[in-house]
């Protein structure tokens, strides 16, 4: 089964990175292609809605015990968005990464085949790396098909939503999502609407 790019893996065994952990898929796969060719200065980081959750918490651990790694948290752009006035960007956040653990190169899973844009994000990228930006992308010429024989054969697990008809991450989730936390997590949607209590009225419009 495949590998971890040799480019990547040259450029991160001799730098650190910040690997953006988002639990779904294509994060799990670019996870285990990292931590089995055993890049030991990567900091994974897990980018959370509201903190604490049991449907993330139990995957991310599982990955923690699994890889034999921890798995740092921090606030996702949408959620702090959602609390100040401030317009968050994603490249804020990685901005705020890099500075707090001094690291350069950014590790994240997405796929030229993911969207049109991605396509067009990643269309200058040699290899998976983005020299320019100092990212790397590790699935970037993977499709769906090749990520999910590769986790039909490492036997790797996905997120408990993936069973429920949901094919991406809950790190922000939408009215859909909430209400399936709802009925299946009562608690941690209870914690999302103690933290977040503007999503109420949005969730009760969406049942009535």
């Known amino acids: ?8 893996a040259g450029i991160l065994k001799k ?3 910040i690997f953006l952990f988002s639990t779904g898929k294509d994060s799990i796969v670019s996870g285990d292609l990292l931590f089995k060719e055993g890049i030991t200065k990567t900091v994974p980081v897990f980018l959370y809605f509201v903190k604490g959750l049991k449907i993330k918490q139990t995957i991310i651990e599982y990955y923690e015990k699994r890889w034999n790694i921890k798995i740092e948290q921090r606030p996702h752009c949408r ?13 804020d956040i990685e901005h705020s990464l890099r500075a707090e653990f ?15 844009a991605r396509r067009g994000m990643l269309a200058n990228t ?4 983005d020299e320019r930006n100092h990212k790397i992308y590790p699935l970037a010429d993977w499709n769906d098909k090749k990520v999910m024989a590769y ?8 997120p408990i939503e993936y069973q429920h008809g949901f094919n991406r991450d809950f790190n ?5 999502k909430l ?14 609407i103690h933290e977040f209590p503007q999503l109420e009225s949005m969730v009760w419009a969406q049942e009535n």
């Open 102 to 116: 001094n690291i350069t190169w950014i590790v994240d899973g997405a796929k030229k085949t993911d969207s049109m």
């Open 179 to 192: 209400v399936y936390l709802k009925n299946n997590f009562p608690n941690d949607y209870k914690k999302i």
């Open 79 to 91: 959620a702090l968005n959602l609390k100040s006035a401030k317009k968050y960007r994603m490249a």
């Open 172 to 176: 922000v989730p939408t009215i859909q």
């Open 15 to 17: 730098e650190p990175a």
């Open 1 to 8: 089964m495949s590998n971890l790019q040799p480019r990547i």
């Open 126 to 129: 040699q290899d998976g790396i």
């Open 151 to 158: 986790i039909k054969t490492n036997r790797l697990l996905l």
